[in-house]
């Protein structure tokens, strides 16, 4: 244990930095997320198939693979990124991939008797979209978004990669350094990320339980439409 206690700062320092990546990645996430998911339900093909293609190719590719090619083959083509700019750019876009296709799979599912109603009452596709049907989507999406937020911290791991220094990689540094004390360093590694996935876990739940208490409110109201709807 008192390598942990000599090396705290270091390791705080490494938790921080993760603390980061998980957060700027899965706000790069839901965008990506939502604007791939959406075109992907577009009617216009310019729109759906490059949706297609993105979410394949970043489904198909390895997480590594694409850490390298942002940040060590795009600058022979003259792009330049910052390590941390580049590990949350990829990190968005490869669980983006997968959360397009929670996006569009949510909107997707909803009764077609809602889109119907609303084109009866001359609503807007876009007010239809945007105040009936992602409203209605959204406490259906939360649980599988979690499950990425979750597999986000746990790529966070691979960027050191890219020379970014987060917890795994100081964790590892000082391991190397005092030649030891790897159940000790690893294992407090372990209870770290634990924690972590643990905190992401309760937001999520008190998400699922602030959106579910609005759909709940408007049931004993015997409504049939998203509190949205009914102002429009």
Known sequence: MTVLVDHASLIMKGLWITVQLTVYGILATVVVAFAVGLARLSEHRWLRWPAIAFTEVFRGTSLVVQLFWFFYALPYLGVYLNPMVAAVLVLGLNE???????????????????????????????????????????????????????????ATSLVSLVTVYDLTQRVTAIQQSVGGQTGVLFGALLVLYFALSMLLALLVRALESRFSLDRSVIRRRGLFVDRAQVSV
Do not use: C
């Open 96 to 154: 983006g991939a997968y959360a397009a296709e929670i996006v569009r799979s949510a909107i997707a599912s909803r009764p077609v008797g809602q889109t119907e109603a609303s084109v009866a009452l001359g609503i807007r596709p876009r007010h239809r979209l945007w105040r009936i049907l992602i409203p209605q989507s959204i406490p259906i999406m939360l649980p599988s978004f979690g499950n990425v937020g979750v597999d986000l911290l746990k």
